[in-house]
């Protein structure tokens, strides 16, 4: 089973903001980088570090850090962005890293 | 332009090796951490373990321990993921991906296309 813990599913409605967590004892720690998935498609890098976008990444999305949670944020969600979204970091040990469970995101 | 390009779609038999491959180009090969990914049918995103081809240190996650071996040829910018005996349960798409080298098994800001392996008598 993964050391950190999201939430199986959330919906948003079209242009609302959605909050997805994840939960672990490493995020106390380490920050989380997050990664939305696509039907068929390879895993996107979305947010990393304290709250950092690769380049190309709407600043609709944002990244915070509270605890032992981390949180991925879609501010004014759109269509497009109706995918599986998970997170990863350092595992307990500190020495590998691990995926959340993920989220699917449902835009209503 | 970084680009991870993996090797093609496998069909095997339970029992059968098998080696997969995913070749880095478009950066320094040798100074980025690679992961291997699992995804099983319809499941989420698994980490297998990473491997830093600079100099060849490898971490497995503790569900692939002795299931599977990472390595690297720096020569040819190229890391492998190998089974020795297949099970239908590795069934799966397995992704490579690059990650910082301060980082170990987060932050993949590269991913391949996947290689979708199959295992059925």
């Known amino acids: 089973s993964s050391e950190l813990t999201q939430d199986p599913a959330v919906s948003v409605a079209l242009g609302q903001t959605v909050r997805i967590t994840c939960q672990g004892d490493?995020?106390?720690?380490?920050?989380a980088s997050w990664y939305q998935q696509k039907p068929g498609q390879a895993p996107v890098l979305v947010v990393y570090?304290?709250?950092n976008r690769p380049s190309g990444i709407p600043d609709r999305f944002s990244g915070s850090n509270s605890g032992n949670t981390a949180s991925l944020t879609i501010t004014g969600a759109l269509a497009e962005d109706e995918a599986d979204y998970y997170c990863?970091?350092?595992?307990?040990?500190?020495?590998?890293?691990?995926f959340g469970t993920g989220t699917k995101v449902t835009v209503l | 332009e970084v680009q991870l390009v993996q090797s093609g779609a496998e069909a095997k038999k339970p029992g059968e090796s098998l080696k997969i491959s995913c070749k880095g180009s478009?950066?320094?090969?040798?100074?980025?951490?690679i992961g291997w990914v699992r995804q099983m049918p319809g499941k989420g995103l698994e980490l297998m373990g990473i491997?830093?081809?600079?100099?060849?240190?490898?971490r497995y996650s503790p569900s692939f321990q002795g299931q599977v071996t990472i390595s690297a040829d720096m020569s040819i910018s190229t890391a492998y993921l190998q089974w020795s005996s297949l099970k239908a349960s590795d069934t799966a798409m397995y992704f490579c991906?690059?990650?910082?080298?301060?980082?170990?098994?987060?932050?993949?800001?590269?991913w391949g296309q996947g290689t979708l392996v199959t295992v059925s008598s």
């Open positions: 991906a690059r990650g910082p080298p301060n980082d170990y098994g987060a932050n993949f800001d590269y």
């Open positions: 478009g950066y320094s090969f040798t100074n980025f951490w």
């Open positions: 570090g304290k709250n």
């Open positions: 490493s995020l106390r720690t380490y920050y």
């Open positions: 491997i830093y081809p600079g100099d060849s240190d490898t």
């Open positions: 990863n970091s350092r595992d307990s040990s500190g020495r590998r890293g691990v």
